[in-house]
């Protein structure tokens, strides 16, 4: 039982740069970890980094030094630090709470949330 709200998406340049933010509450339960994910038209919905409650990361392939996630467990927020961004990383960012153990990230099962839309133009 735990309550997310994404928030700062929007229209940016390539090149540009975008922070969005994640705040949770509520009771996390064994769920230890919350990660952002994206999904573009006709796309499956794909990890780009996951943060546990002692701030290990892990980050996608295609993120290389691009972005950063951060977690400030006293303000119950999770960051996602976005550079350098490409029209491929247009989508809807997602975050979600989830399950992280041997350095992977499950999300957990239910509903999503309307996310963030993120557009980058050429």
């Known amino acids: 039982q735990v309550q997310l709200v994404e928030s700062g998406g929007g229209l940016v340049q390539a090149g540009g740069s975008l922070r969005l933010s994640c705040v949770f509450s509520g009771d996390t339960g064994t769920l230890n970890g919350l990660g952002w994910l994206r999904q573009s038209p006709g796309n499956e919905r794909e990890l780009v980094a996951a943060?546990?409650?002692?701030?290990?990361?892990k980050y996608a392939d295609f993120v290389g030094d691009r972005i950063v996630i951060s977690r400030d467990g006293a303000k119950n927020t999770v960051t996602l630090l976005m550079d350098k961004l490409k029209p491929e990383d247009t989508a809807v960012y997602y975050c979600r709470a989830g399950k992280y153990y041997d350095g992977e990230y499950y999300p957990a099962a239910g509903d999503w949330g309307q996310g963030t839309q993120v557009n980058v133009s050429p």
């Open positions: 943060i546990d409650s002692e701030e290990t990361t």
